[in-house]
């Protein structure tokens, strides 16, 4: 029986981490919140590995949706690959939009995961950005944007971008909220945000993943019971649910400002104040 409870809850995580990896409302943030509700029995090694990797399925629903313009390599036959330049931009871009938050993230992953990760740092970033996102919206309401495809994304621009993304390693934030938010800003189009956040996020989270896996088994020594089964199974949810959610963004950006996850940042926000914070002071 408890082993089918973890499971239970292994597919609520994943169910979780598919939704809110790619809406701008924080999928750590909110893995972190849920734990707190319905606590994964696993070490705390385990769970601080697992809020990260479980992330990797949500990343190659990514890959699935958009391999035509992320693989530069097409074939006019069976025998002559076609290299396409522009996806090769693409790619350096991306990659340069990557090193600033690759950096600082791995000079002060242990400091970040031992004091930011609570939840008045995730309220706090909740609700500071989705005030945020209220401003910038009304600001660019009626604002015509210089930048309307992900292939127009510049270098210049690209970097701004990555320097929002080290935004995004306090939790709370959401990775693909302050790099959207950062590129509004820069003049580039809601949807052309999305779809370069969504690209920011495959060596990012291959490369954070990696890392916490290396960090865990080095100071665990491996998976002890089920956990093994437990990463793979919340992978493969959060894979099966970004297909669905990242569908829903991009339809969702073409028509609509980014106000009601706004809106949602701020309720979320009071509410975890409320249900976790306040209680713990007044204790």
């Not at 270098?155 to 790099?179: D, E, Y």
């Amino acid at each position: 029986m408890d082993t089918f409870v973890q499971i239970l809850k292994v597919i609520l995580f994943g169910i979780v981490e598919g939704i809110t990896e790619w809406l701008p409302v924080s999928s750590t943030g909110h893995l972190i919140l849920l734990d707190e509700f319905l606590p994964l029995d696993a070490s705390d090694a385990f769970k601080e590995m697992f809020n990260v990797v479980i992330q990797l399925g949500a990343i190659l629903a990514v890959v699935v949706m958009f391999w035509k313009k992320l693989f530069p390599f097409q074939w006019k036959d069976k025998t002559q690959p076609v290299v396409q330049k522009s996806i090769l931009r693409l790619w350096g871009k991306v990659i340069i939009a990557c090193i600033p938050a690759g950096v600082i993230g791995i000079l002060f992953d242990d400091f970040l995961e031992a004091h930011l990760h609570t939840p008045p740092v995730i309220a706090a970033m909740l609700i500071l950005y989705g005030i945020a996102f209220l401003i910038v919206e009304d600001r660019n309401k009626n604002r015509q944007f210089r930048i309307q495809t992900a292939d127009e994304i510049d270098w210049k621009i690209a970097l701004i971008i990555g320097a929002f993304q080290v935004l995004s390693l306090i939790p709370g934030t959401s990775r693909s909220g302050v790099t959207i938010l950062g590129a509004i800003l820069v003049g580039v189009a809601r949807p052309a945000a999305a779809e370069f956040t969504f690209f920011l996020s495959v060596p990012v989270m291959f490369g954070a993943s990696f890392i916490k896996i290396l960090k865990f088994l080095l100071e665990s020594g491996g998976f002890a019971g089920m956990e093994i089964v437990y990463l793979l199974l919340g992978c493969a949810v959060a894979f099966g649910v970004s297909l669905l959610a990242i569908g829903f963004l991009m339809d969702f950006v073409k028509k609509h400002s980014f106000k009601p996850f706004g809106w949602y940042r701020i309720a979320l926000g009071i509410v975890v104040i409320c249900a976790l914070v306040l209680p713990k002071a007044f204790a």
